[in-house]
């Protein structure tokens, strides 16, 4: 589908990264690719320019907010939006503060994940046609 978002979402959890693509692949409007840590994440990034990525906040060797350093290293300017679980004004606030677009509260609603997606990019929400 021509219209989909490419997106890079990065997060150690096992489950999460099945959930998130389950989502995704239900919304239809995503064309993710889906790592296990944030060397992994940019490797990817070598050949695959998203137009959002998200990025869990506590992960192991690489946390999101090193991630994203490491990618504004690399001249990426992707907007970058953080999921945690860690909803305290302070910690939003810090997580804002390094760059990111937005932050998403695990666990996350499904059913609208694609829509929060969506207005952080500006986006309209996807419409579907009914047959």
């Known amino acids: 589908m ?3 978002i490419t997106l890079l979402y990065v997060d150690d959890d096992e489950d999460m990264r099945r959930l998130m693509e389950a989502v995704l692949e239900i919304d239809g ?12 994440a940019l490797e990817f990034l070598d ?6 990525m998200l990025f869990d906040v506590m992960m192991p060797e ?5 991630l994203l350093t490491a990618v504004r ?9 953080f999921i945690t679980a860690q909803c ?3 910690e939003l606030q810090r997580l804002m503060d390094l760059g990111a677009v937005g932050t998403i509260k695990k666990p996350f609603n499904p059913t609208s994940l694609g829509t929060e997606i969506r207005a952080l990019l500006g986006l309209p929400e996807l419409t579907r046609q009914v047959d």
């Not at 409007?29 to 992994?40: L, N, R, V």
């Not at 690489?62 to 090193?66: H, I, K, Q, R, V």
């Not at 290293?73 to 939006?81: D, F, I, L, S």
């Open 2 to 4: 021509a219209d989909q």
């Open 29 to 40: 409007g995503f064309d993710a690719k889906i790592c296990e840590s944030g060397p992994q």
């Open 47 to 52: 050949e695959f320019e998203p137009q959002i």
């Open 62 to 66: 690489m946390d999101g907010p090193e």
């Open 73 to 81: 290293e690399r001249g990426k300017q992707t907007p970058v939006v």
């Open 88 to 90: 305290d004004h302070e």
